[in-house]
Nanobody, 115 residues
Framework: QVQLVESGGGLVQPGGSLRLSCAAS????????MGWYRQAPGKQRELVAA???????VYADSVKGRFTISRDNAKNTVYLQMNSLKPEDTAVYYC?????????WGQGTQVTVSS
């Protein structure tokens, strides 16, 4: 079982930036897909961005052009750079990983965008 530890959430004003990090344990993580989901109060969990082992990325339409996902396989870490944040980006962000589908999850980190 892969263990994931997220960091980097917090409170930011609209238009600001945050970078989330997710460190994964396990020797085979470098071949897994990694990504970020988010869940706002009263809403379903939704995919934000994902990245394959070779670097192929996918983004939700709502974050394209504002968020960038990247990974460092040497560190078993995935990052989410979030720019031009909006109040509607407020949610708990979860890191996930798995060979095909996401089967391991982090504990979540709160991101709040508010003035």
């Amino acid at each position: 079982q892969v263990q994931l530890v997220e960091s980097g959430g917090g409170l930011v004003q609209p238009g600001g930036s945050l970078r989330l990090s997710c460190a994964a344990s396990g020797s085979r993580v470098s071949i897994y897909r990694m990504g970020w989901y988010r869940q706002a109060p009263g809403k379903q969990r939704e995919l934000v961005a994902a990245i394959g082992s070779a670097g192929t990325t996918v983004y939700a339409d709502s974050v394209k052009g504002r968020f960038t996902i990247s990974r460092d396989n040497a560190k078993n870490t995935v990052y989410l750079q979030m720019n031009s944040l909006k109040p509607e980006d407020t949610a708990v962000y979860y890191c996930g990983t798995g060979l095909l589908s996401f089967t391991s999850w982090g504990q979540g980190t709160q991101v709040t965008v508010s003035s």
